[in-house]
T-cell receptor, first 116, second 114 residues
Framework: AQSVAQPEDQVNVAEGNPLTVKCTYSVSGNPYLFWYVQYPNRGLQFLLKYITGDNLVKGSYGFEAEFNKSQTSFHLKKPSALVSDSALYFCAVRADRGSTLGRLYFGRGTQLTVWP | SAVISQKPSRDICQRGTSLTIQCQVDSQVTMMFWYRQQPGQSLTLIATANQGSEATYESGFVIDKFPISRPNLTFSTLTVSNMSPEDSSIYLC???????????FGEGSWLTVV
């Protein structure tokens, strides 16, 4: 079974400070991991993904995420937060095998607020 | 990347009516996915739509309530039937991008049932 946990409903950080949004996962087989961002009144925008290779992946808007297999984590990070980063962030996982390969399992989302 | 267009973007619907949401993709894709995001909630998969076959529904979702069409490799529709206020949600279409492995989403259809 596939599942994703985002343990924090909210993350608050001051502009210019580093930010981390946490995600842990459970998956049968090798994980394909994703981060999406949802701005108010918008759909989901793809930020980055991990499929294989380097554990540190870089994505859009200066975000990066580190895959840690032993801890089954895929935390989203950014060295210096911007007020415009304030949004809802979703971590998602898909299986690399099975009958519905494109199906994603989502965490409940983390609301990031960056204050000036 | 894949560009996904959804219509309508927003609508206010009367209780008991039905609404059909369209999803158009700028490339041919094998599978299309329909998700629901209820207010303040995460995304829940409604069904997977393959061209040329019946949609596969997730537990808790039935074809009578959410009929889906998939007439070709770039288009799908989701109908929300006999709507009630509990159906007020964002409905999102998603596909796997042409390079594989990345799942893209449309902007969503924001439905409010009154």
């Amino acid at each position: 079974a596939q599942s994703v946990a985002q343990p924090e409903d909210q993350v608050n950080v001051a502009e210019g400070n580093p930010l981390t949004v946490k995600c842990t996962y459970s998956v049968s087989g090798n994980p394909y991991l994703f981060w999406y961002v949802q701005y108010p009144n918008r759909g989901l925008q793809f930020l980055l993904k991990y499929i294989t290779g380097d554990n540190l992946v870089k994505g859009s808007y200066g975000f990066e995420a580190e895959f840690n297999k032993s801890q089954t984590s895929f935390h989203l990070k950014k060295p210096s937060a911007l007020v415009s980063d304030s949004a809802l962030y979703f971590c998602a996982v898909r299986a690399d095998r099975g009958s519905t390969l494109g199906r994603l399992y989502f965490g409940r989302g983390t609301q990031l607020t960056v204050w000036p | 990347s894949a560009v996904i267009s959804q219509k309508p973007s927003r609508d206010i619907c009367q209780r008991g009516t039905s609404l059909t949401i369209q999803c158009q993709v700028d490339s041919q894709v094998t599978m299309m996915f329909w998700y629901r995001q209820q207010p303040g909630q995460s995304l829940t998969l409604i069904a997977t739509a393959n061209q040329g076959s019946e949609a596969t529904y997730e537990s808790g979702f039935v074809i009578d309530k959410f009929p889906i069409s998939r007439p070709n490799l770039t288009f799908s529709t989701l109908t929300v039937s006999n709507m009630s206020p509990e159906d007020s949600s964002i409905y999102l279409c998603s596909v796997e991008g042409p390079s594989g492995n990345t799942i893209y989403f449309g902007e969503g259809s924001w439905l409010t049932v009154v």
